[in-house]
């Protein structure tokens, strides 16, 4: 099942950063205030843009690469002048693993 990272645009000008299955569901629920903490009181405003990734760890290792970026970037994410490759790391460029930190 692919899993999708989002981009909402909130009330007070920023972007928040999610993942989901839905991401639909997961819209409305931000909207609902039953979502994310930061989205119940900043107000989301608009979907601004989603992903596809292959599943749920590929997801989360995007939503930490964009929530590192500074708020213009992630507009320019949203927007299409930055792509979500351009974010990520390179194939075996991750982080290295505990085994590899010793």
């Given at each position: 099942m692919p899993w999708f990272l989002y981009l909402i645009e909130c009330s007070d000008g920023s972007v928040y950063t999610g993942i989901a299955t839905d991401v639909a569901a997961r819209f409305d629920k931000h909207c609902a205030g039953t979502g994310a903490r930061y989205t119940r009181s900043r107000k989301p405003?608009?979907?601004?843009?989603?992903?596809?990734?292959?599943?749920?760890?590929?997801?989360?290792?995007?939503?930490?690469?964009?929530?590192?970026?500074?708020?213009?970037?992630?507009?320019?994410?949203?927007?299409?002048?930055?792509?979500?490759?351009?974010?990520?790391?390179?194939?075996?460029?991750?982080?290295?693993?505990?085994?590899?930190?010793?």
């Open positions: 405003v608009r979907l601004l843009a989603s992903f596809e990734l292959t599943d749920r760890s590929s997801a989360l290792r995007a939503e930490y690469r964009v929530k590192q970026l500074a708020p213009a970037q992630k507009w320019e994410l949203a927007c299409g002048a930055r792509t979500l490759e351009s974010v990520l790391p390179a194939v075996g460029d991750d982080e290295p693993s505990p085994s590899e930190e010793s």
